[in-house]
Nanobody
Framework: QVQLVESGGGLVQAGGSLRLSCAASGRTFSSMPMAWFRQAPGKEREFVAGISQSGGSTDYSDSVKGRFTGSRDNAKNTVFLQMNSLKPEDTAVYYC?????????????????WGQGTQVTVSS
């Protein structure tokens, strides 16, 4: 079983940057596509970014395109989310997820493993 642990969240002013990390333990996840989701209070869990097995293919929600970058380091069993030009509406708990299939989807129900989440708060 894969276990995922996010880190790097915090409080930042609008326009600032944060880099989130998600480290896997238990076994290697190099064969699994990964994704980042976020959930704000009172809202559904929302797809943010997807990273392919190799890290060579990514996709993003329209709300974060041009500002966020997903990547992975399979040798370290870690995925990243670089968040730039942060806006107050980016405030949410951010989760990383993995699925036991070969391509990324935007549906949280397709994912088999989840981290505990890390809080990102962006002040205006």
């Amino acid at each position: 079983q894969v276990q995922l642990v996010e880190s790097g969240g915090g409080l930042v002013q609008a326009g600032g940057s944060l880099r989130l990390s998600c480290a896997a333990s238990g076994r290697t996840f190099s064969s699994m596509p990964m994704a980042w989701f976020r959930q704000a209070p009172g809202k559904e869990r929302e797809f943010v970014a997807g990273i392919s097995q190799s890290g060579g293919s990514t996709d993003y929600s329209d709300s974060v395109k041009g500002r966020f970058t997903g990547s992975r380091d399979n040798a370290k069993n870690t995925v990243f989310l670089q968040m730039n030009s942060l806006k107050p509406e980016d405030t949410a708990v951010y989760y990383c997820a993995a699925r036991r299939f070969y391509y990324v989807t935007e549906n949280p129900f397709d994912y088999d493993y989840w981290g505990q989440g890390t809080q990102v708060t962006v002040s205006s």
